[in-house]
């Protein structure tokens, strides 16, 4: 009998500090927020507390998660987590969150793609239930914690970076969800955009402290203004191929939420209204690789979620530069 994975159900999860923009420009000492809503379209974000991390915001979401599916912690067989602002370089969050989640013995992994990284995961979580007829249900998670890798001084990273978490429970049934993935890199662009100190390239050294100061988020080289525009459709297309579906048989388009302006010329060069599409970060910022399965929870939650048959589609890019684009028919109900 052939397991088709399917997405149960979705939670999400923001701290509750709203940072506006003009908090923002009080921290540089300058004006952002008319060019920050002109040109990305982030209006505020959510910024966690003091005695919050990675960890607690995943495990806000997946509980949220789980409570839909009317699950517990104790049924879960696997439980992968996204993020590349991890609580410990090592071991994994994932660790940690099945910890606090309560989730005992159940495996668990962390994925680093960077803002990649939830579809990545998600693309992991069916190809295991497809293979393992042992497991019935996989929490895929994923979170952003960038609040605490900002320099409150560089105008090109405080204002974008947020914080926030979502997750997803997995499971399979007698018709297909999951439907297909396509996976990219373009790894020149891996000194472009990251956190560069506290690896093992740059470790946390006195002089390396002293030479760069503290794990920050950082640009280091510009990348081609029009790179997502330029790599999206041909992904999605590609993926769409897979999967036997055209750019108009997609009822919901879900995007890296880091610039508005971005999704507005891809669903017009696939040939697709707005309306097929919804962005949560004008109100959270931009919130990494959880940020996709953020908007879609968001969309369900304001009754503009996908219907029974809908297919969804994921297009996703992050530091690396890695891509993720995955395609599911929605089987909620």
Not at 159 to 188: H, M, W
Not at 283 to 303: E, F
């Amino acid at each position: 009998m052939t397991r088709h994975p399917q997405i149960l159900s979705t939670g999400g999860y923001v701290p509750d500090r709203v940072v506006t923009n003009d908090e923002i420009d009080a921290l540089l000492g300058e004006s952002t927020n008319e060019w920050l809503i002109q040109n990305v379209g982030i209006r505020e974000r959510r910024w966690m507390r003091e005695d919050q991390t990675t960890s607690d915001l995943i495990v806000e979401a997946s509980r949220r998660a789980l409570e839909k599916a009317g699950l517990g912690p104790e049924d879960l067989d696997l439980l992968i987590v996204s993020t590349d602002t991890p609580d410990y370089i090592s071991p994994s969050t994932a660790v940690v969150v099945q910890n606090k989640l309560g989730a005992r013995n159940v495996g668990c992994f962390d994925v680093n793609s960077a803002c990649a990284g939830w579809v990545t995961a998600l693309d992991q979580g069916a190809r295991y239930l497809m293979t393992s007829p042992e497991m019935r249900y996989v929490l895929v998670a994923g979170g952003y914690a960038m609040s605490r890798f900002l320099d409150l001084k560089d105008k090109y990273t405080a204002n974008i970076f947020a914080d926030g978490a979502g997750a997803a429970v997995l499971t399979t049934g007698d018709k297909p969800g999951f439907l297909a993935t396509t996976l990219r890199a373009e790894g020149s662009f891996y000194d472009g955009l990251g956190i560069y100190t506290g690896g093992a390239s740059r470790p946390c050294t006195a002089a390396n402290l002293q030479a760069f100061g503290p794990p920050r988020v950082q640009f280091v080289r510009k990348f081609p203004k029009t790179f997502n525009l330029e790599h999206w459709p041909a992904l999605i297309r590609q993926t769409l191929d897979k999967a036997g579906l055209t750019t108009d048989d997609v009822a919901l388009y879900l995007f890296t939420q880091l610039n508005l302006r971005t999704i507005e010329a891809v669903m017009q060069e696939l040939g697709q209204g707005l309306e097929k599409t919804h962005w949560v970060m004008d109100k959270w910022g931009y919130t990494g690789s959880p940020c996709v399965v953020m908007a879609l929870d968001d969309a369900i939650a304001q009754g503009r979620g996908p219907k029974v048959g809908d297919p969804v589609l994921f297009c996703t890019s992050g530091g690396g530069i890695s891509f993720a684009v995955s395609i599911w028919r929605w089987t909620a109900r």
